[in-house]
């Protein structure tokens, strides 16, 4: 597995103001993981790092490192970051969370839409995977509601863990 394939898009996230400058305002972005052949999501590799731990331990060293990185070169903004449920599965998830424990106030947890496939008891784990995640400080947000695992029942089961709801808009990519 090679990390150098990849690449991390920082995606702004913009609050425009109401005020009377409606000026936008970034202080948020989206982690979003890139494939230097294809400028997208490499969907394939990242399920296929998913399915060997040793190549996730790997990633998540990289990214770690680049995150890092990030936080360190802008420490005032804060960086949204996906998790699909497969990917806690690994150890190397949660100490990705140790990790960055002092960073909690810097980093929202993103629970995507996919059903995980390679350990799908994850989905019956969701409250520990939630409940660990808030262990460690983190807002944790829906990404996608009502796609996917991100269902309105879910919501209202575990509404109490979310700190925010993302609704797929049409242009999403």
């Known amino acids: 597995m090679r990390t150098d394939d990849f690449y991390l898009l920082f995606q702004p996230i913009v609050n425009v103001e109401t005020s009377k400058t409606k000026v936008a305002k970034v202080n948020e972005y989206e982690v979003l993981l890139r494939s230097y052949k294809t400028n997208t999501f490499p969907s394939d590799e990242f399920h296929f790092i998913l399915s060997h731990e040793e190549y996730y331990i790997t990633f998540m060293n990289w990214f770690s490192e680049k995150l890092e990185e990030k936080l360190n070169q802008h420490p005032e903004i804060v960086l949204s970051v996906n998790f699909e449920l497969d990917q806690f599965q690994y150890t190397a998830t949660i100490q990705f969370l140790e990790r960055?424990?002092?960073?909690?106030?810097?980093?929202?947890?993103?629970?995507?839409?996919?059903?995980?496939?390679?350990?799908?008891?994850?989905?019956?784990?969701?409250?520990?995977?939630?409940?660990?995640?808030?262990?460690?400080?983190?807002?944790?947000?829906?990404?996608?509601?009502?796609?996917?695992?991100?269902?309105?029942?879910?919501?209202k089961k575990y509404k109490s863990y979310y700190n925010r709801i993302k609704i797929r808009s049409e242009e999403h990519t």
Do not use: M
Not at 130 to 145: A, E, G, P, T
């Open 100 to 155: 960055f424990s002092s960073y909690s106030e810097s980093i929202l947890i993103e629970i995507t839409e996919h059903f995980p496939n390679r350990n799908p008891e994850l989905l019956d784990s969701l409250h520990e995977i939630l409940k660990k995640i808030k262990q460690y400080h983190y807002k944790i947000v829906i990404d996608d509601f009502t796609e996917g695992i991100n269902t309105y029942s879910l919501y």
